[in-house]
């Protein structure tokens, strides 16, 4: 057993050691090969040396690979004929590549006659390119700047670059004082109108739930960095304007529908029993054994009460339609019991269910509903803001 744990040991130990990088190599990933040829270079050589007299070889020739196509990406990228955005962070990127390509090939003490022609650090590049990635997104900042307060999205898109910016360097200019500044333009303002009168609850009962919507919304956090939800009592502040209105109606209530159903199965008992005499002959009776049934009847009572309320936004300059959607809770108990007639003993002992006596009344389940729906409202409107 010794010698089989230490013949697996000695087989794993030198399967591993034989990747020098080739297959990566072959494939075109340059950057992993010199990885892997690296990592080659400092295993135990095994009982042979496959691999490791490769690995020199493949480190150098995928190094010389993957930095040309580095500084290649690099010089398209910088190049005034490119029209992609933002290329100094994609530059940025391949500098990293770059540095973490020469952190690995340098591990590798046979190559470092050869190594010496290239760079050892890119932090210099780095530094620059993170000054130039600010730059691109502040500039682009800038000129929506220009638009805050006729545009919300524009003053978003703003405070975003701004944020970016100074995500490339911080301090960056006047970012950060921009950023606030642009920020009030950016939020979209809610308000969360009283709920509408209804036909289906009583009024008392529909300023209750209102209530307990509110109450839920001042709990919550707003939707996102981007959005404030409003009471009706409240006024957005510094003569910012609310931008859309949320309406909602109770529109259907199911205060209680009660049924009951059943069904009925014939069951048999598991052993026979004697049910009579026969005779065989004029003077032999012998016992006629049959299993013993009976009908059993299983009833079951469901009540259920529904309640659903309607919710829509409105652009509050024009007064179109933006959204609608509802939301919508049940509550449902149920009691089963049952009845039998025939011979007992087609129970085999089994002891017949007992209905619950004491259902939930039509205010129980309000109550429950009411108060789930409540959440649910606040839940939606979370997510349909949580974007904006």
């Not at 004929?81 to 500098?95: A, G, L, R, V």
């Not at 509550?331 to 939930?360: C, I, V, Y």
Request: proline letters at 4%; hydrophobic letters at 35%; charged letters at 25%.
């Amino acid at each position: 057993m010794i010698r089989l744990l230490l013949l697996f040991i000695l087989t794993s130990t030198g399967l591993a050691a034989c990747s020098s990088g080739q297959t990566a190599f072959r494939r075109g990933n340059f950057d992993l090969a010199v990885k892997r040829a690296s990592q080659r270079l400092h295993q135990w050589r095994g009982l042979g040396k496959r691999g490791y007299t490769k690995a020199p070889l493949v480190l150098k020739q995928a190094f010389e690979r993957a930095y040309e196509e580095h500084q290649k990406a690099i010089r398209n990228l910088s190049s005034p004929s490119n029209t992609k955005d933002f290329p100094w962070e994609t530059i940025y990127n391949e500098y990293e590549k770059l540095q973490s390509l020469t952190n690995n090939a340098r591990t590798c003490e046979a190559c470092a006659g050869w190594l010496a022609t290239y760079p050892t650090s890119y932090a210099d590049r780095q530094q620059e390119t993170r000054q130039l990635a600010a730059a691109d997104r502040y500039e682009l900042a800038e000129q929506a700047f220009a638009y805050r307060e006729d545009n919300r999205l524009a003053a978003k898109d703003a405070y975003f670059n701004y944020q970016k910016a100074l995500s490339w360097v911080p301090n960056f200019r006047q970012a950060s004082a921009k950023a606030q500044d642009v920020l009030p333009f950016a939020i979209l303002r809610v308000v969360v109108e009283p709920l509408s009168p209804t036909s289906e609850i009583s009024a008392a009962d529909n300023r209750e739930l209102e209530r307990m919507i509110f109450r839920q919304i001042d709990r919550n956090e707003a939707p996102s960095p981007f959005v404030r939800l409003y009471r009706p009592d409240e006024s957005a502040g510094d003569g910012f304007p609310i931008h859309q209105a949320v309406q909602m109606q109770v529109s259907d209530y199911v205060p209680i529908r009660d049924n009951t159903a059943s069904s009925t199965t014939t069951v048999y008992s598991n052993q026979t029993y004697k049910v009579g005499e026969k005779k065989i002959n004029d003077s032999t009776k012998v016992d006629v054994m049959e299993k013993v049934s009976g009908s059993l009847t299983t009833y079951l009572r469901t009540i259920n009460a529904e309640l659903t309320m309607r919710l829509r936004a409105i652009d509050t300059q024009t007064g179109k339609t933006i959204w609608e959607d509802s939301v919508w809770e049940t509550r449902s108990w149920q009691t089963e019991w049952q009845t039998f007639s025939g011979d007992d003993r087609a129970l085999n002992g089994q002891s017949l269910k007992s209905a619950n006596l004491f259902p939930p009344s039509r205010w129980q389940l309000y109550d429950s509903l009411s108060d789930e729906l409540a959440d649910d409202v606040v839940r939606r409107l979370r997510s349909k803001y949580a974007k904006d």
